[in-house]
């Protein structure tokens, strides 16, 4: 059973920063990609980024290119997902999950298993 478990969150002005991490534990697909997603208040979950197994390919949704970057510690199990120049509009509660298949652009969370509880962003004007 895998267990994901983000953290990082919290508070920040418009154009600051945050990472979030992503710990990975239990049983782990081989070469699984690790994805993340976001759900504002009264919107559906969307695609933010995904990264592969070896961390040589990524993947980010329009609305974060440049300003984003996912990157991963094999070693540690941990995901990152590095957040700069944040906007209001980036406020969400952000989620790590597990996708088996190995395809790093995939952005629909129906690909994906194991899900983290999320942590919340939320980013003042």
């Known amino acids: 059973q895998v267990q994901l478990v983000e953290s990082g969150g919290g508070f920040v002005q418009a154009g600051g920063s945050l990472r979030l991490s992503c710990a990975a534990s239990g049983w782990m697909y081989r070469n699984y990609v690790i994805g993340w997603f976001r759900q504002a208040p009264g919107a559906e979950r969307e695609f933010v980024a995904a990264?592969?197994?070896?961390?040589?390919?990524?993947s980010y949704a329009d609305s974060v290119k440049g300003r984003f970057t996912v990157s991963r510690d094999n070693a540690k199990n941990t995901v990152y997902l590095q957040m700069t120049s944040l906007k209001p509009e980036d406020t969400a509660d952000y989620y790590c999950?597990?996708?088996?298949?190995?395809?790093?652009?995939?952005?629909?969370?129906?690909?994906?298993?194991?899900w983290g509880q999320g942590t919340q962003v939320t980013v003042s004007s």
């Open positions: 990264i592969s197994w070896s961390g040589r390919t990524t």
């Open positions: 999950a597990v996708q088996s298949g190995g395809n790093p652009f995939a952005n629909n969370p129906q690909l994906y298993g194991a």
